[in-house]
């Protein structure tokens, strides 16, 4: 077992009397209509049938009795009646209704859609059904994307390196491109769209120019024509001095006319070769990335040129927002602050791309105020599946919780209820473009994501980005089906280790909103830290913690960092009373002796909250321990290890920050609490480990 199927494993049903029922329903099928995404589908439900029923299904011409009928709503005809037709409406061009039908005098199971991309993810869905032993007896599924583009990002380097990548090198071997096309590519993009994403950006936001030129655009083409039947679209991201750096232009100013020509031009000759192709990701004037204001031009000027170029095509930019120059007293404002007042100023195919929180991708952050704030700008949420900040791919941390966090943070931006969630679906402001984007935690280890859990990511963007409205709980039962099978007793102890994971890596690493406690490599504790993270000149740290107390002081008394959220929830977050204590350190400077809701102090609770993030993990450990008989030995063996590896980690984390803050707090750990096994300069001199 080495985890290269991913939750596409169709192993055969293992309830006798579900494998007899499924056998009498489905005894052949048929397809109608003809295309490579058909074939697609084809072949995806022949393979899975004859897996998970142990027999191969035959296909028929003609609908028989007890069969799979999978047909595009223009080729049903009579078969499809009133009500077919009218629910179909509703579904657009990639939703698909499953059904069974009676009809004719005889009983199928309908797989049918407005377009032959509804129907493989129809198919998809079908199989899934079956693979997680559902009845089928009396089936009525119809389902549809939320959101227009569900994308993810590879932060992957033309040489192979992959930044902040943690499983192996990069999945696109760019030196036998377009000549080789290996398998991996066919089984990444059946991954993808089994989970319904549509899109993918191949390479790193800090682009190498490469890309651009004629060389690389080939074999962009040859993954776009891999990708293209699974309904993936491909898309760059550019480098915007690319016209100097390979157009030998002696500008990149958004202004000058032979730079927006060169951009037309480098569309045009990108669409002559994909005529499908999505568009630009961009990171400009962000971490030393070029961008419009080295000429005195705006973010909106630049990115409404590149919108310009791609506008006859139909391509998009996706303008990102994670930008701060360390300028003002506290960083978390200036994304903010910079792209605020450019609300209703991009042109209409633009999306302005904002990381889920307002620092970047941290174990927890409040929402990003932006959110809240852009109601003419069409906004592509995006989230890291990456674990940068979360233990690489040796923790286990599910992140469908930290998604669903964000997705349903009421951002009150027309009143209450209007969530992230809404407010990208374009349901608070309408939207004509929908997005969100997920930065790619795959590389070329043989499981994809080398933790076998981080699989579970990748699932749970895919299956989120369809519905931004899905339960994080529900999506990982399903996701645990279909990589670990129907126990229900390995099914109840994968619920509890996977769902309790992110909550442990937040106390273990930074609990009651405290934030950027990290080494250079991001993977260890240095809350003692003052180069990179602290705002440049003050060399002050993120934490601020004094004799007095600990926390980040953004009430309006403070940074005012408040201030960037709608009224109601200003008021919230400034009153340490009734900021959710989740936030407390994230927006207060709270006293060592302050009362938090537990009724110990905020010492005391700090040291509770760390030790439980360490015995939670040990809970996770043994929970796992208890199914090993229910688990292959390859996946058990592989997941004990790296959880062993987790326990320690999250011991560091835990005695590193608690020693390290108590030299202000001056106060004892509680004695019931293990104490640390070594002293500050202890932890202060471990390696930086990894990447
Ligand atoms: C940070 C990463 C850095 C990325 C940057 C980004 O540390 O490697 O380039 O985000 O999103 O999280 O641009």
């Given at each position: 077992?080495?985890?290269?199927?991913?939750?596409?494993?169709?192993?055969?049903?293992?309830?006798?009397?579900?494998?007899?029922?499924?056998?009498?329903?489905?005894?052949?099928?048929?397809?109608?209509?003809?295309?490579?995404?058909?074939?697609?589908?084809?072949?995806?439900?022949?393979?899975?049938?004859?897996?998970?029923?142990?027999?191969?299904?035959?296909?028929?011409?003609?609908?028989?009795?007890?069969?799979?009928?999978?047909?595009?709503?223009?080729?049903?005809?009579?078969?499809?009646?009133?009500?077919?037709?009218?629910?179909?409406?509703?579904?657009?061009?990639?939703?698909?209704?499953?059904?069974?039908?009676?009809?004719?005098?005889?009983?199928?199971?309908?797989?049918?859609?407005?377009?032959?991309?509804?129907?493989?993810?129809?198919?998809?869905?079908?199989?899934?059904?079956?693979?997680?032993?559902?009845?089928?007896?009396?089936?009525?599924?119809?389902?549809?994307?939320?959101?227009?583009?569900?994308?993810?990002?590879?932060?992957?380097?033309?040489?192979?390196?992959?930044?902040?990548?943690?499983?192996?090198?990069?999945?696109?071997?760019?030196?036998?491109?377009?000549?080789?096309?290996?398998?991996?590519?066919?089984?990444?993009?059946?991954?993808?769209?089994?989970?319904?994403?549509?899109?993918?950006?191949?390479?790193?936001?800090?682009?190498?120019?490469?890309?651009?030129?004629?060389?690389?655009?080939?074999?962009?083409?040859?993954?776009?024509?891999?990708?293209?039947?699974?309904?993936?679209?491909?898309?760059?991201?550019?480098?915007?001095?690319?016209?100097?750096?390979?157009?030998?232009?002696?500008?990149?100013?958004?202004?000058?006319?032979?730079?927006?020509?060169?951009?037309?031009?480098?569309?045009?000759?990108?669409?002559?070769?994909?005529?499908?192709?999505?568009?630009?990701?961009?990171?400009a004037n962000s971490e030393g990335q070029p961008g419009p204001q080295d000429y005195g031009r705006s973010h909106t000027d630049g990115a409404n040129m590149l919108a310009e170029a791609l506008a006859p095509h139909r391509g998009?930019?996706?303008?990102?927002?994670?930008?701060?120059?360390?300028?003002?007293?506290?960083?978390?404002?200036?994304?903010?602050?910079?792209?605020?007042?450019?609300?209703?100023?991009?042109?209409?195919?633009?999306?302005?791309?904002?990381?889920?929180?307002?620092?970047?991708?941290?174990?927890?952050?409040?929402?990003?105020?932006?959110?809240?704030?852009?109601?003419?700008?069409?906004?592509?949420?995006?989230?890291?599946?990456?674990?940068?900040?979360?233990?690489?791919?040796?923790?286990?941390?599910?992140?469908?919780?930290?998604?669903?966090?964000?997705?349903?943070?009421?951002?009150?931006?027309?009143?209450?209820?209007?969530?992230?969630?809404?407010?990208?679906?374009?349901?608070?402001?309408?939207?004509?473009?929908?997005?969100?984007?997920?930065?790619?935690?795959?590389?070329?280890?043989?499981?994809?994501?080398?933790?076998?859990?981080?699989?579970?990511?990748?699932?749970?963007?895919?299956?989120?980005?369809?519905?931004?409205?899905?339960?994080?709980?529900?999506?990982?039962?399903?996701?645990?089906?279909?990589?670990?099978?129907?126990?229900?007793?390995?099914?109840?102890?994968?619920?509890?280790?996977?769902?309790?994971?992110?909550?442990?890596?937040?106390?273990?690493?930074?609990?009651?909103?405290?934030?950027?406690?990290?080494?250079?490599?991001?993977?260890?504790?240095?809350?003692?830290?003052?180069?990179?993270?602290?705002?440049?000149?003050?060399?002050?740290?993120?934490?601020?913690?004094?004799?007095?107390?600990?926390?980040?002081?953004?009430?309006?008394?403070?940074?005012?960092?408040?201030?960037?959220?709608?009224?109601?929830?200003?008021?919230?977050?400034?009153?340490?009373?009734?900021?959710?204590?989740?936030?407390?350190?994230?927006?207060h400077h709270a006293d060592w002796d302050y009362k938090t809701s537990s009724g110990k102090t905020l010492w005391n609770e700090l040291c509770y909250r760390y030790s439980a993030g360490v015995y939670t993990v040990r809970a996770?450990?043994?929970?796992?321990?208890?199914?090993?008989?229910?688990?292959?030995?390859?996946?058990?063996?592989?997941?004990?290890?790296?959880?062993?590896?987790?326990?320690?980690?999250?011991?560091?984390?835990?005695?590193?920050?608690?020693?390290?803050?108590?030299?202000?707090?001056?106060?004892?750990?509680?004695?019931?609490?293990?104490?640390?096994?070594?002293?500050?300069?202890?932890?202060?001199?471990?390696?930086?480990?990894?990447?």
């Open positions: 077992e080495d985890g290269y199927k991913l939750w596409l494993r169709y192993d055969r049903i293992q309830n006798k009397k579900t494998l007899s029922l499924y056998q009498d329903q489905l005894k052949q099928y048929t397809f109608m209509g003809s295309s490579a995404t058909i074939n697609a589908a084809k072949t995806e439900l022949r393979n899975g049938l004859s897996s998970l029923l142990g027999k191969k299904i035959p296909e028929t011409d003609a609908i028989k009795n007890n069969s799979i009928v999978v047909a595009p709503l223009s080729r049903l005809g009579a078969n499809a009646d009133k009500e077919l037709r009218a629910q179909l409406r509703q579904l657009g061009k990639e939703g698909f209704i499953i059904k069974n039908i009676t009809g004719g005098g005889k009983n199928y199971t309908l797989i049918t859609a407005n377009s032959d991309i509804g129907l493989l993810y129809g198919t998809f869905r079908f199989l899934q059904i079956l693979a997680s032993e559902t009845s089928i007896a009396r089936l009525s599924v119809s389902d549809f994307p939320r959101l227009q583009n569900r994308l993810l990002n590879h932060w992957d380097n033309p040489d192979g390196s992959i930044e902040r990548g943690y499983a192996g090198r990069s999945i696109f071997e760019w030196n036998t491109l377009p000549g080789k096309i290996s398998r991996r590519y066919i089984d990444y993009a059946r991954a993808n769209a089994s989970v319904g994403i549509n899109g993918t950006v191949l390479n790193n936001v800090n682009a190498n120019p490469n890309i651009l030129t004629p060389e690389y655009l080939v074999k962009v083409k040859a993954l776009a024509d891999a990708f293209r039947p699974y309904g993936i679209k491909v898309y760059v991201s550019v480098n915007f001095a690319a016209p100097i750096r390979i157009g030998k232009l002696a500008t990149a100013d958004p202004a000058d006319p032979a730079v927006k020509q060169w951009w037309k031009k480098k569309a045009d000759e990108i669409y002559q070769l994909i005529p499908d192709f999505g568009g630009f990701c961009v990171k998009i930019v996706m303008w990102r927002a994670f930008v701060y120059k360390n300028r003002e007293q506290d960083r978390i404002r200036e994304s903010y602050d910079e792209f605020h007042p450019t609300n209703g100023k991009f042109a209409s195919n633009v999306f302005l791309q904002v990381k889920n929180g307002p620092i970047d991708f941290q174990p927890r952050e409040p929402f990003h105020p932006l959110f809240g704030a852009m109601d003419k700008t069409p906004l592509m949420l995006e989230v890291q599946l990456t674990q940068e900040y979360l233990g690489f791919s040796t923790h286990l941390v599910y992140l469908g919780p930290l998604f669903e966090e964000c997705l349903q943070s009421d951002t009150y931006a027309k009143g209450q209820g209007t969530t992230v969630a809404k407010v990208i679906e374009g349901k608070v402001s309408p939207q004509k473009m929908t997005g969100i984007a997920g930065v790619a935690n795959i590389g070329d280890a043989r499981n994809w994501t080398a933790h076998p859990f981080a699989q579970a990511n990748w699932y749970a963007f895919g299956r989120m980005s369809w519905n931004p409205e899905l339960k994080a709980s529900g999506v990982i039962r399903e996701w645990n089906i279909l990589t670990f099978g129907n126990n229900k007793v390995l099914l109840d102890g994968l619920q509890q280790i996977t769902m309790q994971s992110r909550e442990a890596a937040v106390n273990y690493m930074g609990p009651l909103g405290l934030t950027m406690l990290m080494d250079i490599s991001h993977y260890r504790p240095a809350p003692w830290r003052r180069d990179k993270p602290a705002p440049t000149g003050t060399r002050e740290s993120f934490h601020r913690a004094d004799e007095k107390g600990i926390g980040f002081d953004r009430t309006a008394a403070g940074s005012d960092a408040v201030s960037q959220y709608a009224g109601a929830l200003k008021e919230r977050f400034n009153d340490i009373h009734t900021c959710p204590e989740k936030f407390l350190l994230w927006f996770m450990q043994n929970k796992w321990e208890t199914l090993k008989t229910l688990v292959d030995p390859e996946r058990f063996t592989l997941v004990k290890n790296l959880l062993t590896e987790q326990e320690k980690e999250a011991v560091i984390w835990r005695d590193a920050c608690l020693l390290y803050f108590q030299t202000f707090s001056k106060r004892p750990i509680p004695a019931e609490l293990e104490a640390p096994a070594h002293d500050l300069e202890y932890y202060k001199a471990l390696k930086v480990s990894m990447n």
